[in-house]
């Protein structure tokens, strides 16, 4: 039998501060929400923009990284899966659930002293990669990352 693919690739704002915790275990766990938008017609033919909420929870690393970089209304690129979990409320004793985007990778997209809300340019905080081999590397020329325009 063919296995199924849990993919989810979203880019948005976060709607609010991260909330962090740990483990029992002492791994840290950052939850938070994302807004997407998309724009469609109305019934009268005007564009309206619709906002979908989304959870997240990023662990370990990325959870850290949330921590010190993003905050409300941080733009950020998601690449995860879906998930929901339930469990029986402890006062109702209904059964809930809830869907959570589980965080595998994370780019943040507001660039550098944008405040809050972000700035109109964006690049991606890949910081580990390396230009090819065929292009000159700059940093003998003290060129740091605070002289590039984006």
């Given at each position: 039998m063919a296995k199924g693919v849990n993919k989810v690739f979203l880019l948005g704002r976060l709607g609010k501060d991260p909330?962090?915790?740990a483990s029992a275990g002492g791994m840290t766990i950052a939850s938070f929400t994302l807004a997407t938008s998309d724009?469609?017609?109305?019934?009268?033919?005007?564009?309206?923009?619709?906002?979908?909420?989304?959870?997240?929870?990023?662990?370990?690393r990325t959870?850290?990284?949330v921590r010190d970089y993003c905050k409300k209304g941080s733009q950020v690129f998601v690449e995860g899966k879906i998930q929901t979990r339930s469990w029986d409320d402890k006062e109702s004793g209904q059964k809930k659930y809830?869907?959570?985007?589980?965080?595998?990778?994370l780019s943040l997209l507001d660039s550098k002293g944008a405040g809050e809300g972000g700035g109109s340019r964006s690049s991606t905080a890949?910081?580990?990669?390396?230009p090819p081999a065929s292009q000159p590397d700059y940093a003998d020329q003290g060129i740091t990352d605070d002289d590039i325009p984006f």
């Amino acid at each position: 039998m063919a296995k199924g693919v849990n993919k989810v690739f979203l880019l948005g704002r976060l709607g609010k501060d991260p909330e962090m915790r740990a483990s029992a275990g002492g791994m840290t766990i950052a939850s938070f929400t994302l807004a997407t938008s998309d724009r469609q017609k109305d019934q009268t033919g005007n564009w309206v923009d619709k906002t979908e909420w989304h959870n997240l929870v990023a662990f370990q690393r990325t959870a850290e990284i949330v921590r010190d970089y993003c905050k409300k209304g941080s733009q950020v690129f998601v690449e995860g899966k879906i998930q929901t979990r339930s469990w029986d409320d402890k006062e109702s004793g209904q059964k809930k659930y809830r869907t959570e985007i589980l965080v595998n990778e994370l780019s943040l997209l507001d660039s550098k002293g944008a405040g809050e809300g972000g700035g109109s340019r964006s690049s991606t905080a890949s910081y580990d990669q390396r230009p090819p081999a065929s292009q000159p590397d700059y940093a003998d020329q003290g060129i740091t990352d605070d002289d590039i325009p984006f």
